[in-house]
T-cell receptor, first 115, second 115 residues
């Protein structure tokens, strides 16, 4: 079974600064996807960014980018120019086609952006 | 606009009662999922369905039941056998087959409290 680990339960960052959230996963599969989801206080789950395992290029979405290290099974999220609206729980998640398209989530990192 | 609708937003259950949480999607997605989220924790899979009239247990299915009679609907019943049902419940849906790595679309959740 796949496992996803987020080792930072809580983090804080000053507005306009950069923060990196860590995620590691364990799998024997070669074809899979990785995701970062954001859950603000409204509790709505919002997809932030996704990475295809067979692509070496790191995904980027505006201020959000990932550092995907396939051999190390690491998938960190970098948030640049942090904004107050980035305050939320962030979940790393893993999906492979052999597991019925199920998402396996990490335990989450609570990010606080301070003014 | 397409999306997933969960109702009700808040639900209160007395000891020994069964309650049903509604989840409806108009995205034409084949697969649907139910997750449970406890305070400060990640999401755990309860049940999932990849096709109408078929569903499988997830990691924490005990005390829960589901049905999938229509593609658009995947209701979750929390039975009296679930000893600690107070939690936040999230429903999601996804594409199967080509495009399987696009991730999930989530509903806005139902907060269930035992009184």
């Amino acid at each position: 079974a796949q496992t996803v680990t987020q080792s930072q339960p809580e983090m804080s960052v000053q507005e306009a600064e950069t923060v990196t959230l860590s995620c590691t996963y364990d799998t024997s599969e070669n074809n899979y996807y990785l995701f970062w989801y954001k859950q603000p206080p409204s509790r709505q789950m919002i997809l932030v960014i996704r990475q295809e395992a067979y692509k070496q290029q790191n995904a980027t979405e505006n201020r959000f980018s990932v550092n995907f290290q396939k051999a190390a099974k690491s998938f960190s999220l970098k948030i640049s120019d942090s904004q107050l609206g980035d305050t939320a729980m962030y979940f790393c998640a893993f999906m492979d086609n052999n597991a019925g398209n199920m998402l396996t989530f990490g335990g989450g990192t609570r990010l606080m952006v301070k003014p | 606009d397409g999306g997933i609708t969960q109702s009700p937003k808040y639900l209160f259950r007395k000891e020994g009662q069964n309650v049903t949480l509604s989840c409806e999607q108009n995205l034409n997605h084949d697969a649907m999922y139910w997750y449970r989220q406890d305070p400060g924790q990640g999401l755990r899979l309860i049940y999932y369905s990849q096709i109408v009239n078929d569903f499988q247990k997830g990691d924490i299915a005990e005390g829960y039941s589901v049905s999938r009679e229509k593609k658009e609907s995947f209701p979750l019943t929390v039975t009296s056998a679930q000893k600690n049902p107070t939690a936040f419940y999230l429903c999601a849906s996804s594409i199967r087959g080509k495009g399987w790595g696009s991730g999930y679309t989530f509903g806005s959740g139902t907060r269930l409290t035992v009184v």
